[in-house]
């Protein structure tokens, strides 16, 4: 189910101050962890932010592990290139919406928002009228 990337630059025609963007549909199947990581890694390769890369692919994951147990069918990840950082978010059309827990020493899961706000410089959930997104920014200088 993957999408071909949608690629954008915001206002008219694109100069190196503007952002650069990518989207991607993917279902929300075990598999589609792995894909997302692999797409995460060739973008960042193609915008030269491979510096980014090792922070954003634990961010990712962590997000679309959520939406795999949590989730609906099929979800949507975009990456924006932006002057001073990255920005991605994951869309997905479930009702409930993630928050970060508190598990036990001995807990198996339940950590992964509290890895993404150890990680991201920021993150967040923005309710939608078909779903929500989980968003996180990283700055670019790290």
């Not at 949507?76 to 002057?83: I, S, V």
Request: hydrophobic share 40%; glycine share 10%.
């Amino acid at each position: 189910m993957r999408m071909a990337p949608h690629l954008a630059a915001h206002g008219g025609s694109a100069t190196a101050s503007q952002a650069r963007a990518v989207e991607y549909l993917l279902p929300s199947a075990p598999a589609g962890v792995a894909e997302t990581r692999s797409l995460v890694r060739a973008q960042l390769t193609h915008w030269d932010l491979t510096h980014l890369t090792d922070d954003c692919l634990i961010i990712v994951s962590e997000l679309v592990t959520n939406v795999i147990r949590h989730g609906g069918s099929a979800y949507t990840l975009r990456l924006e290139d932006r002057a001073d950082r990255l920005y991605g978010e994951v869309f997905d059309p479930g009702d409930g919406v993630p928050f970060q827990r508190s598990p036990g020493v001995d807990a198996l899961s339940g950590r992964g928002l509290q890895i993404v706000g150890a990680i991201a410089d920021e993150w967040g959930v923005a309710r939608a009228a078909n779903g929500k997104f989980v968003w996180f920014t990283v700055s670019r200088t790290g």
